[in-house]
Structures are given as structure tokens and as C-alpha cells.
């Protein structure tokens, strides 16, 4: 099995990075080039849930077709993670009902996805 370090990120310090919101991290940012690809730009979008998440990411790259590295990913996750999913090649979904009941059980705090997803109803 995979095993992560410790974020070393207090659990203090990611209740007041939840608390300031998104367009304040976002402002404090620095890389105004990167900060507009992602959310000006629309590189992002919100499809299930509400509200502000913040958290130690888990990040994963994917190779289109097979799920091995999303697998390990979501069992690396703890408790209020954050898992960030990419893979190289559209066409593939990355992600999906059963992925999404999967992380809601290990009480993932949210995922992003670089990539396709499905079953999003």
C-alpha cells in the first residue's frame, strides 16, 4: 500500500485558510498568470456540492484507461483531504459515482479533476 507523509499543516491553520475564502487565498496569490488560468478562465468548475473546502492535497497523476494511481490515491487519503486527480489524454473519465461514494466514505473533503468525469447526476 502507498504510504504518505504527514501535510504537517495543523488542523488550525487549515480552519482559518477554510474561513477566508476563495477570493482571498486566491488574491494572495502569487502568480497572477497561473491564478488567471485557473479562475478566470473558467479552468475550473464546480459540478456537485457547495461551500469552501481546505485541506492537504492529495495529489495523482492518471493514465487514461486504467484507475491503478486513482486507487492508491483515494486509499492514501485521511479525513479532510483535499484529492487533486490529472491525466494526459480526454476521453476517459476520472472520475465517477463510484469514486464519489468511495471518498464520501473516507470523508474526502473534496476532489478536483483535471480531466473527464461521468455520472455526474
Known amino acids: ?3 504518505r507523509k504527514d501535510s504537517g499543516l495543523s488542523q488550525d491553520l487549515i480552519a482559518k485558510a477554510r474561513a477566508l475564502g476563495v477570493a482571498t487565498l486566491s488574491a494572495s496569490m502569487g502568480e497572477p498568470v497561473g491564478r488567471d488560468q485557473i479562475i478566470v478562465r473558467g ?3 464546480r459540478v456537485v456540492g457547495s461551500g469552501v ?3 492537504p492535497a ?11 494511481m486513482l486507487r492508491y ?3 492514501a487519503c485521511r479525513p479532510g483531504d483535499i484529492l487533486v486527480v490529472t491525466t494526459p489524454v480526454d476521453g476517459f473519465a476520472q ?13 474526502i473533503a ?5 480531466g473527464s468525469v461521468r455520472d455526474v447526476a
Open 43 to 45: 479552468g475550473v468548475t
Open 73 to 75: 490515491a483515494i486509499e
Open 95 to 107: 472520475w465517477g459515482d463510484n469514486a464519489s461514494t468511495w471518498a464520501r466514505g473516507l470523508n
Open 110 to 114: 473534496a476532489v478536483t479533476v483535471d
Open 58 to 68: 492529495v495529489t495523482v497523476w492518471n493514465p487514461g484507461g486504467d484507475d491503478t
Open 53 to 55: 473546502s481546505a485541506g
Open 1 to 3: 500500500m502507498f504510504q
